[in-house]
Nanobody, 122 residues
Framework: QVQLVESGGGLVQPGGSLRLSCAASGSIIGINSMGWYRQAPGKERELVAQ???????DYADFVKGRFTIARDNGKKMVFLQMNVLKPEDTAVYYC????????????????WGQGTQVTVSS
């Protein structure tokens, strides 16, 4: 069993900052990519940022220059530093990881966190 647990969401004023954290735990052999997606009301879930093992971070155009993703492989954690937040950043943010487990060691599978609400409003 694998769990992704997020923390760090909340209410912030436009121009403010928040830092999201996500920790993976369970019967994990390896983690390929870790990243963040978001889903606003009435919209589809979209990629915000991700890091593939051994690769460079990949950002959606709408967050470039404002958000920074970082990964701690030893702790199986991923972080999202969000600066200069805008009202349109309001959404539920989901942690995602592609993980190889002891029960399915031949492939990486998608795992999701429960989501954390980020609201940007004055």
């Amino acid at each position: 069993q694998v769990q992704l647990v997020e923390s760090g969401g909340g209410l912030v004023q436009p121009g403010g900052s928040l830092r999201l954290s996500c920790a993976a735990s369970g019967s994990i052999i390896g983690i390929n990519s870790m990243g963040w997606y978001r889903q606003a009301p009435g919209k589809e879930r979209e990629l915000v940022a991700q890091i593939i093992s051994g690769g460079s971070p990949d950002y959606a155009d709408f967050v470039k220059g404002r958000f920074t993703i970082a990964r701690d492989n030893g702790k199986k954690m991923v972080f999202l530093q969000m600066n200069v937040l805008k009202p349109e950043d309001t959404a539920v943010y989901y942690c995602n990881a592609k993980i190889k487990t002891y029960s399915t060691p031949w492939r990486y599978s998608d795992y999701w966190g429960q989501g954390t609400q980020v609201t940007v409003s004055s």
